[in-house]
């Protein structure tokens, strides 16, 4: 099967906001560092500073319920996570 070198998903992040209230945004980058390692099989994931901006954008409290990501492939085993830009 052929790797693609942009995958585009969206992160639902509903179960970071269950959690205790501070500290939320932190928790959400690593659940999403969690889920790409896991769905990519990867050993180093990078995130985009303004990925985690826009996660918090509301405050450290108040994150995004879902959030729509772009996984590009750096190096074997090492990727990269964006904020994905919408196309409406």
Avoid: C, Q, W
Wanted: zero cysteines; a positive charge.
């Amino acid at each position: 099967m052929k790797e693609k070198d942009n995958f585009e998903m969206i992160i639902n992040l509903r179960k970071i906001k269950t959690g205790k209230r501070t500290g939320r945004s932190k928790r959400a980058v690593k659940f999403i560092k969690k889920v790409v390692a896991r769905h990519f099989n990867a050993e180093k994931v990078i995130i985009d500073p303004l990925l985690a901006k826009s996660i918090s954008k509301n405050g450290n409290d108040k994150i995004v319920s879902k959030i729509r990501v772009v996984v590009s492939k750096i190096e074997e085993k090492i990727y990269l996570v964006r904020l994905a830009i919408k196309s409406r």
